[in-house]
């Protein structure tokens, strides 16, 4: 069992009368990779800033390793910050910019000299030294910012969306290398991103944000497989959701009709009466286009068809209408598996792969957030 | 045909404005005393000025009130910038707007109001009621330089240095400082420069006790022009370019 390391109570932050945070818990784990992930404005850069010692909750209070520090200027946190635009000083080189922190400790001038040079090696930048920041790449500045932060030792190191003006490439480049640096530090990691695959990939926990609120807490596995609710389903991933009604409910198992076709489903955690209604959620990895004479499955016809390089995405209407995502593996043995556009077909899932979350009311624009946040 | 006729203009442009300070230089290496002929090579001007005693005081003291005005209201301006920039308080926009009354006010009108101040106050007329007067014209300039600065900088660097452990006042001397430095020295030499060559306002405030370079020339212009005021021309041109040609290769220098 991990200790916590960093730790918010009921933290509420409020600016010009607008909430950000909302009597906010987290409890950030020693030596864990947590990332904050949420659309723009769901409070993430503000918490990360609440860590750092650049704002202040209006109520609450953050506590480090048993400390309180909810009002300890940054300088005195032993903590450091990778800035979203680097924040590199565009006066010194890259070697200043690294010694800066440990200047600012008063550290023998041998002691900077070699933590600098080792940990200039481990970014492998040694050779850009005396370069300035402006004369170096977008993944070298990043690279810098980084070391900067490392070579003060932090308990805690918090990153600001690092890699949101690099590109693709370079993207996946420096989440190798983040992770690595990650594993070989043993320092705590807190991310900050609004892409859920960078979340995904990378982390041990994920922290799912909204409006200042924690949607849900949990190992990527269980975030994406396990939604805690559909703001949580929708933006991590793409979602199908079926409408369910409960014909009858037994000790484990219920049964629903679906879309008017009776699949016996695991009984979910959360209270089911019959005659209720449910969301039937399925990823779009789950779902299983069948020929159209088969017997299982709702009947639908092909719409479109998108060849991703090792999927095959479809997009499939079924006869009421609803939209359902399909993204299968190639198997090249299935002669049925190629269905052309306009094409009779019916989709289907493994019993069990379905995710059930009950019925939410939701406000209109909770649905155009999760499709500004997916693009 | 549509060649020449746009060159031909520039040259007529160029010409009107640079023939003038030729001529002026030309002239101070002239050996006739009327300075309407050639008569020869000479540096004898040069020579009298520098045994001219009036005229070498007003240098040394429009020099020295031009280097300390400069400092000064780059100093307060500078601060000023600073304010502007990073805090919001009442009356910011005023302070702002007040900035370029004093700059967009006719000179007359400044000198005005400082000498009838200065009387009010009973501050007798020397270098201490030049130096805030030319403090006052100097701020507006010094203070829109450096927020021109300001404005592009990036708000992260202070919190950077502040995660690192730098305290308010270090973080001040070692990032901010440093990285607004070309507008503050483009500011001190802006400021420098109009104070050396300032007539209007140091007409008014200016007393018998010190006497300034541009006050001297025109009392000398009025009584009979000597070919001294050549040479001084041209070595304040000299000084003037070095000046400018040093300022460009601060801000070259610190372009990133």
Known sequence: ?375 | MTRWLPRTYLALVYLLVYLPILVLVVFSFNESRTGYSWEGLSLRWYESLFNNRAMVGAMWNSLWLALSAATVSTVIGGLTALALHRYRFRGKKLLNGMLFVVMMSPEIVLAISLLALFLLVGLQLGYVSLLLAHVTFCLPFVVITVMARLSGFDDSLPEAARDLGASDFTMTRTVLIPVIMPALLAGWLLGFTLSLDDVVVSTFVSGPSYEILPLRIYSMVRVGLKPEVNALGTLLLVFSLVMLMLSQWILIRSKR
């Open chain 1, 1 to 375: 069992m991990k200790k916590t390391l960093l730790s918010l109570k009921n933290v509420s932050k409020a600016f010009a009368g607008k909430t950000v945070l909302d009597s906010l818990d987290l409890d950030i784990l020693d030596g864990e990779f947590i990332t904050l992930l949420g659309p723009s404005g769901c409070g993430k850069t503000t918490l990360l800033r609440l860590m750092a010692g650049f704002e202040q909750p209006d109520v609450g209070s953050v506590t480090l390793s048993g400390h309180d520090i909810t009002h300890t200027p940054p300088e005195y946190r032993p903590l450091n910050t990778v800035f979203q635009n680097y924040a590199l000083f565009p006066h010194m080189s890259v070697y200043d910019n690294v010694a800066y922190g440990l200047k600012m400790e008063k550290r023998p001038k041998g002691e900077i000299r070699q933590r600098v040079d080792e940990v200039l090696a481990m970014v492998q930048l040694q050779d850009f030294a005396r370069r300035k920041p402006h004369q170096l790449s977008g993944g070298q500045q990043q690279r810098v910012a980084i070391a900067r932060a490392v070579v003060k030792r932090p308990q805690l190191l918090l990153l600001d969306e690092p890699l949101s003006a690099l590109d693709y490439k370079l993207r996946r480049t420096m989440q190798v290398e983040l992770k690595r640096l990650q594993r070989e530090l043993g320092i705590t990691f807190v991310f900050v991103t609004h892409d859920q695959e960078e979340a995904l990939s990378m982390s041990d926990r994920v922290v799912v944000l909204k409006e200042g609120e924690v949607q849900q807490l949990g190992t990527p596995r269980e975030i994406y497989e396990r939604p805690a609710n559909l703001f949580t389903a929708r933006f991590v991933g793409e979602t199908n959701l079926f409408p369910g009604y409960l014909d009858s409910v037994a000790a484990d198992t219920i049964t629903v009709d679906i879309l008017g076709v009776s699949r016996k489903l695991q009984k979910p955690a959360f209270a089911v009466r019959n005659g209720e209604q449910v969301n039937v959620l399925l990823r779009p990895e789950d779902i299983r286009v069948l020929a159209p004479e088969d017997e299982h499955g709702l009947p639908g016809k092909i719409v479109e068809r998108n060849y991703k390089g090792s999927t095959l995405d479809s997009v499939i209407h079924l006869e009421d209408g609803t939209e359902v995502l399909a993204s299968e593996f190639f198997d090249e043995d299935d002669p049925t598996f190629d269905y052309k556009l306009g094409e009779p077909v019916r989709v289907s899932w493994v019993d069990g792969w379905e995710w059930l979350l009950p019925v939410e009311l939701e406000p209109v624009a909770e649905e155009a957030e999760g499709l500004v946040a997916d693009a």
